[in-house]
């Protein structure tokens, strides 16, 4: 599993126009590249899928029907999605601040985690850079468990009460 989510955390890329630039080149295994839905078809930005794509220390298999709903909710499964004010962005609806936080934790979390510092370093800034609905998929999942710390965090999404498993 270790190995599976170190392959995927070098896999990073960003979504601009519909296009993605990775970051940092690595073969995977077709096992591990079909494995937990881990590959979205190219160009489709939404997955309804309950799989999370990150599946490392912070993923709560009790909470991901709420992840799911919550996803649901807030963005219909959209990752490129943006709110009709245009402050709340991506699949879990992350505001401008919260992006610049999750981008700051996701690069702790790839150092915590084995990543090599000048990728983790590069990986942060890109992300911090750009607004959540450009990140990919995996990251704005990443950035969903990291905020959500095991529960702690269920105040960031107003829209979850109701949601399985979002009290647990």
């Known amino acids: 599993m270790g190995e599976r989510v170190s392959a995927v955390a070098r896999m990073g890329a960003l979504w601009l126009a519909g296009v993605a630039l990775v970051v940092t080149a690595v073969v995977v295994s077709p096992?591990?590249?079909?494995d937990g839905g881990l590959v979205i078809v190219k160009g489709k930005k939404w997955y309804e899928s309950p799989v999370s794509l990150y599946q490392g220390r912070w993923y709560s298999e009790k909470h991901n029907a709420?992840?799911?709903?919550?996803?649901?909710?807030e963005s219909r499964h959209r990752y490129e999605a943006v709110s009709s004010t245009g402050k709340y962005r991506g699949a879990y609806q992350f505001s401008p601040e919260l992006t610049v936080g999750?981008?700051?934790?996701?690069?702790?979390e790839?150092?915590?985690?084995?990543t090599p510092k000048r990728e983790a370093i590069a990986i942060g800034r890109m992300l911090r850079a750009n607004k959540m609905?450009?990140?990919?998929?995996?990251?704005?999942d990443l950035a969903f468990w990291l905020v959500w710390r095991k529960g702690k965090g269920r105040?960031?999404?107003p829209t979850g009460p109701g949601c399985p498993g979002y009290y647990q």
């Open 31 to 34: 096992a591990q590249a079909n």
């Open 66 to 73: 709420a992840r799911v709903c919550i996803r649901g909710r």
């Open 110 to 114: 790839l150092r915590a985690t084995g």
């Open 133 to 140: 609905n450009q990140w990919a998929p995996y990251y704005q």
């Open 155 to 157: 105040s960031h999404w």
């Open 102 to 108: 999750a981008g700051w934790q996701i690069q702790k």
